[in-house]
């Protein structure tokens, strides 16, 4: 599966002059935890996420406290705009990039979401949960579009196709390339977690 195939399209952008209280604001009505920063052409220039607003924008309320706080001195005022609170060197996945890389890069980097890149340009985003919606597919659906993939390819309609928790086990009287040629269009169907 190829991370087009399951990505959020439109993304959802902020721009870097954009203040912070209107991209938080954003994220909240999306209810998205991040969203890419872009330039006037639409181009990958950062991320802001829900930490980076956060940040420097809570006080401690002596309420919540037996004896009251100390009094913090009053320093600058909170970032207003985003390019002050962005990160300016977010990952970023291709369109046409593997699902099971963007998924571990999501992992083994403890992000929400990428944002999809096309050229430089932002053409989506790819979040955990867009990963979850793909393998959380019924196994009938699935069973219907390898089925379909399969006939509309030529492969011919003699196949047994048998789906169990995103898994499809794959039955032909054919000889072995033909077999493998149907594995590989399998592979290519959403919510298909591996191939027998």
């Not at 403890?110 to 050229?119: C, L, Q, R, S, T």
Request: charged share 30%.
């Amino acid at each position: 599966m190829l991370v087009r195939e399951v990505m959020t399209s439109p993304a959802v952008t902020v721009q870097e002059d954009d203040t912070v209280r209107y991209a938080a604001e954003l994220l909240l009505h999306h209810r998205i935890a991040s969203a890419p920063v872009v330039d006037a052409g639409g181009r990958l220039v950062g991320i802001v996420s829900e930490a980076d607003l956060l940040r420097g924008r809570t006080q401690r309320d002596p309420r919540a406290h037996l004896t009251p706080p100390p009094q913090e001195p009053v320093t600058d005022r909170p970032a207003s705009s985003v390019r002050d609170v962005m990160s300016t060197r977010p990952l970023s996945v291709r369109a046409g990039a593997d699902v099971d890389d963007a998924a571990r890069m999501l992992l083994d980097h403890g992000i929400k979401a990428a944002p999809v890149v096309e050229g430089g340009r932002v053409v989506g985003v790819v979040a955990r949960r867009d990963l979850l919606r793909s393998f959380a597919r019924p196994d009938d659906d699935i069973r219907r579009d390898v089925l379909t993939l399969l006939e509309e390819l030529g492969q011919g309609s003699d196949w047994q196709v048998d789906v169990e928790d995103g898994v499809v086990h794959l039955l032909s009287p054919g000889g072995e390339p033909r077999q493998r040629i149907a594995a590989v269009l399998a592979r290519t169907v959403p919510g298909v977690v591996r191939v027998v």
